[in-house]
Every structure is written in structure tokens, then in C-alpha cells.
């Protein structure tokens, strides 16, 4: 024999009044302000610090350089190499078809 999930939601949660808290006078305003909500935090290991820490950091100079090429028309593509990357990256999710 089972139970409707409804029946065994109401039996787990609490009856919640629907109106202003009882305990509270009729005549007290209801605060609507709510607390700050707490703020996230990343802790790292120390293996990853120090993976960070070894990680070289990025060149902005040959970034910018890149990005005025791209701007400019003139960032050489390789179709071949894409294309190469392309069909790595479907072997690694499983999508490769065999012809």
C-alpha cells in the first residue's frame, strides 16, 4: 500500500501560519527586512596554492598584440589545425561516428 507524496509532505513539514506572527501585536508593523545573505568562500588546499603559484601568469603585451590582430584582420588561421582540434576534442566526448 503507498501514500500520495502530498499526504507525506504535509506529515514531515510543519503547520506555518499564514498571517503576521501571533506572538507578535496587532499594532507592531512587520518587518519586512531580511538579513544579509551570508557571503561564499573559497578555501584552497595547499596543493592547489601551489599549483597556483607555479602557474605562469598570461602575457598581457602578446595578448593585446593578438587582439589587434584579430581587429585588424590580419591573426593567421590555420583551417587545418582547427579542423585537427576539432576532431580531438569529439574523440574525447565520445562522438566520434565511424565511416
Do not use: C, H, W
Not at 10 to 35: F, H, I
Not at 57 to 63: N, Q
Not at 74 to 96: C, D, H, Q, T
Amino acid at each position: 500500500m503507498s501514500e500520495p507524496v502530498n499526504s507525506l509532505l504535509k506529515t514531515l513539514q510543519p503547520d506555518r501560519p499564514n498571517g503576521p506572527n501571533p506572538r507578535q501585536a496587532a499594532d507592531e508593523p512587520v518587518s519586512r527586512q531580511q538579513a544579509p545573505a551570508p557571503k561564499d568562500e573559497v578555501i584552497l588546499s595547499d596543493v592547489a596554492r601551489k599549483a597556483l603559484e607555479n602557474e605562469p601568469s598570461f602575457d598581457r603585451e602578446k595578448v593585446k598584440q593578438i587582439r589587434q590582430a584579430i581587429e585588424e584582420g590580419n591573426y593567421p588561421l590555420n583551417s587545418r589545425k582547427i579542423a585537427e582540434s576539432f576532431v580531438a576534442m569529439e574523440s574525447l566526448i565520445g562522438n566520434v561516428r565511424d565511416q
